[in-house]
């Protein structure tokens, strides 16, 4: 299984505990199939990923995360599929993404897993 991290942009990179439930135009795709695959498509291919935060938490994802209902908060995110130092890892971006639902598995106050959707998604190998 590979070890993906979250990067919002400006050294804002969180490593991840899993991404699930990839759904691209309606259909549920496996994450590293679709890094292992040659995705292209002619059109935008919109849909939605689920991510559950690991232990090392950014301040500047929760926040992103909080902001779900904010549509200033729609922004271009990247997975990294593996180190975020090896400029050859593959980065899946997701373009005009946005956090569209968070899940609170214990008490505390930050988001556990959360949900983003996006207008566009692409493979940087």
Not at 36 to 60: C, M
Not at 75 to 101: E, F, K
């Amino acid at each position: 299984m590979t070890t993906y991290h979250l990067d919002l942009g400006n050294d804002r990179t969180e490593p991840l505990h899993s991404v699930t439930k990839l759904t691209v135009v309606g259909t549920e795709i496996d994450i590293d199939t679709f890094v292992t695959a040659d995705p292209h498509a002619p059109v935008p291919l919109y849909g939605d990923v689920i991510l559950t935060r690991g232990d090392t938490r950014h301040p500047a994802t929760t926040a992103w995360i909080e902001a779900v209902e904010n549509t200033a908060t729609h922004q271009d995110v990247v997975l990294i599929a593996g180190n975020p130092a090896d400029p050859h890892t593959p980065r899946i971006r997701l373009t005009d993404a946005w956090a569209s639902a968070s899940y609170h598995l214990d008490e505390d106050d930050d988001p556990d897993a959360f949900a983003i959707s996006f207008t566009d998604i692409t493979l940087e190998k």
